[in-house]
């Protein structure tokens, strides 16, 4: 792990499991664990849950943090754990894929992977020693071993085409070309210093913001009406939008 003389911060998402984050959190001597709770606590059964987790850690001298979210929704599950780590960037991060459901799961290693910048992100899975099904209690007991999971780091857009990604989404999914060059200049993605400077701009757009976004991730399309030519998102863009902007 690496050398960061800061807290130790477990990030937990809360579903029917009780051990297999507090456990975790007395063996690896966590400062801090944050909880990831569902947003609506009238549609969690595991509500009951997250107040014992709570108590115990409590108890343990541990700080208890609530982080809300839809633990349904995959996209805003990776924005929250994505936020978190930016938040908690000069701690030690313990990422617990064991606590929660599999869409939780699968959310939280994707952003461990995804914005691991500093190298302070451990995704772990905690082995239960014995397994219970589930029966309105915990569905497990106790903890056998705990395993950090490497963090292979996947491709993210640059600082500039999200962005860039952001401007066509705050103009409701599309923007002319045109208005697309006017604010990329005004927010500096792309410089422009020649004598045709109407030619340049657009020239410098399409090949260091729209290739990449069109091309590499598939983010946009274009789309020439008239003489027009408009840059449109597509659903591949409206999902990475979720959680990159």
Request: glycine share 6%; net charge positive; with cysteine.
């Amino acid at each position: 792990m690496p050398d960061i003389p800061n807290l130790r911060v477990h990030i937990a998402p809360v579903g029917y499991e009780i051990d297999r984050i507090v456990l975790p959190a007395k063996r690896l001597r966590a400062d801090r664990v944050i909880l990831l709770v569902h947003e609506n606590p009238s549609e969690d059964k595991a509500t009951k849950f997250y107040e014992k987790i709570s108590e115990q850690l409590e108890k343990l001298n541990i700080e208890v943090v609530i982080e809300y979210h839809d633990r349904t929704a995959l996209f805003q599950i990776i924005k929250t754990v994505k936020n978190l780590i930016i938040k908690e960037s000069g701690n030690i991060i313990s990422v617990n894929l064991a606590s929660g459901s599999k869409v939780q799961a699968i959310g939280c290693m994707m952003a461990s992977m995804m914005f691991n910048d500093n190298k302070n992100v451990n995704p772990f899975y905690v082995e239960a020693k014995e397994y219970l099904g589930f029966s309105g209690k915990a569905m497990s007991k106790g903890i056998k071993d705990i395993e950090y999971i490497p963090t292979y780091e996947i491709q993210k857009p640059e600082d500039r085409h999200i962005q860039a990604l952001k401007i066509v989404v705050d103009s409701g999914g599309k923007i002319s070309k045109k208005d697309m060059a006017k604010k990329a200049v005004e927010k500096k993605l792309i410089i422009v210093n020649a004598e045709n400077e109407s030619q340049a701009t657009f020239a410098s757009l399409d090949k260091g913001i729209i290739s990449a976004l069109e091309h590499q991730w598939g983010f946009v399309k274009v789309n020439k009406i008239g003489r027009t030519r408009w840059i449109e998102i597509t659903e591949e863009g409206k999902h990475a939008s979720e959680f990159l902007i």
